[in-house]
């Protein structure tokens, strides 16, 4: 496989539930990234991680939790979401951080995975 | 705090006719400029992006998009429509620095045979 892959594509969770977000990323990448796309709002940038450290986390709330044990692959843990939560979960990868925020290089992205919050 | 505005979420032409999006930023300094489209039940991927250079960028698909620092603005074209290019767009800026990827909230556009 090549590119970015996100499983599962489609998820439906009570708020009681625990899930988790998968994302691997076949290209030898080693910045990833998590972003939250709602209807009618920008992406909105949820985690950065960089040679598997986390690098920024924007005010996400402690209910997402994300998990890059290597490079090559990104987790988001998902506990008592709330319906708002509801989204596409978009995981993205870059050759490099700094070549990102330069403009230098692009950022790759997954298909995203649905989550449905009842 | 940098910031995209993308004119009309909802962009209509018919097959053949001339697509203009619009996007315009706000930046401090000479930005990075990018346009991705978003096809259903896709991620993002790029269309074209500006750095420095030639202020006329061309893209994927016939798409191209013209920096124009005086108005702040970064629109995207293409002469004629195909069916195939109904789907969501999106702009995004980032200044020189280290700092991500600013999208706007994306332009969909349909495309009517």
């Known amino acids: 496989e090549t590119g970015v892959t996100q499983t599962p594509r489609h998820l439906v969770m009570g708020m009681t539930n625990k899930k988790s977000l998968k994302c691997e990323q076949h290209l030898g990448h080693n910045a990833m990234y998590w972003y939250k796309q709602s209807a009618k709002k920008p992406l909105e940038l949820m985690f950065v991680?960089?040679?598997?450290?986390?690098?920024e986390n924007n005010s996400v709330p402690s209910r997402f939790s994300p998990e890059c044990p290597n490079s090559s692959h990104l987790f988001l843990h998902l506990h008592t979401l709330q319906p708002e939560d509801s989204a596409l979960y978009l995981c993205?990868?870059?050759?490099?951080?700094?070549?990102?925020?330069?403009?230098?290089?692009?950022?790759?992205f997954g298909a995203g995975s649905r989550l449905t919050v009842l | 705090a940098q910031s995209v505005t993308q004119l009309g979420s909802h962009v209509s032409v018919s097959e053949g006719a001339l697509v203009l999006l619009r996007c315009n930023y706000s930046s401090s300094v000479p930005p990075y400029l990018f346009w991705y489209v978003q096809y259903p039940n896709q991620g993002l991927q790029l269309l074209l992006k500006y750095t420095t250079g030639a202020t006329l960028v061309k893209g994927i698909n016939g798409f191209e998009a013209e920096f124009k620092k005086s108005e702040t603005s970064f629109h995207l074209t293409k002469p004629s429509a195909h069916m195939s290019d109904a789907a969501e767009y999106f702009c995004a800026v980032n200044p020189s620095g280290n700092t991500p990827l600013v999208f706007g909230k994306g332009t969909r556009l349909s495309v009517i045979a």
């Open positions: 993205a990868s870059s050759q490099d951080l700094g070549g990102t925020y330069s403009g230098a290089n692009v950022l790759t």
């Open positions: 991680y960089s040679l598997e450290e986390r690098v």
